[in-house]
């Protein structure tokens, strides 16, 4: 083993150095989570948010006016497109069925 022998000083910017890079590191993977973890919304929330019945969300779907994804025969829908949909909803100008 050897010894490496520094002072005192540069010890102590090299720990000041790791902190703010562990600090970085930190921060990049939370934005990172948060991009991929989002929730994601069921049928029966969908229909709670916009006061439909499963039809009409179906109808939604069929006709393309509402994104989603599907797995293993259960649907999913992100938050965003839900939000969008209601936007576009609230305009005179553009209705919805």
């Known amino acids: 083993m050897e010894i490496v022998c520094i002072?005192?000083?540069?010890?102590?910017?090299?720990?000041?150095?790791m902190k703010s890079i562990d600090e970085k590191v930190d921060?990049?993977?939370r934005k990172?989570?948060?991009?991929?973890?989002?929730?994601w919304l069921d049928n029966q929330?969908?229909?709670d948010m916009l006061g439909v019945s499963k039809r009409?969300?179906?109808?939604?779907?069929?006709?393309?006016?509402?994104?989603?994804?599907?797995?293993?025969?259960k649907v999913f829908y992100k938050?965003?497109?839900?939000q969008r949909f209601i936007e576009a909803a609230h305009?005179?100008?553009?209705p919805i069925r």
Do not use: W
Not at 91 to 94: E, G
């Open 27 to 29: 921060v990049l993977h």
């Open 7 to 17: 002072e005192a000083s540069v010890f102590e910017a090299m720990c000041e150095r």
């Open 45 to 47: 929330e969908v229909c």
């Open 91 to 94: 305009h005179p100008n553009n």
């Open 56 to 73: 009409t969300l179906q109808t939604y779907r069929d006709d393309g006016v509402l994104p989603f994804t599907k797995i293993k025969h």
């Open 79 to 82: 938050p965003e497109d839900v």
């Open 32 to 39: 990172r989570t948060d991009l991929h973890l989002k929730k």
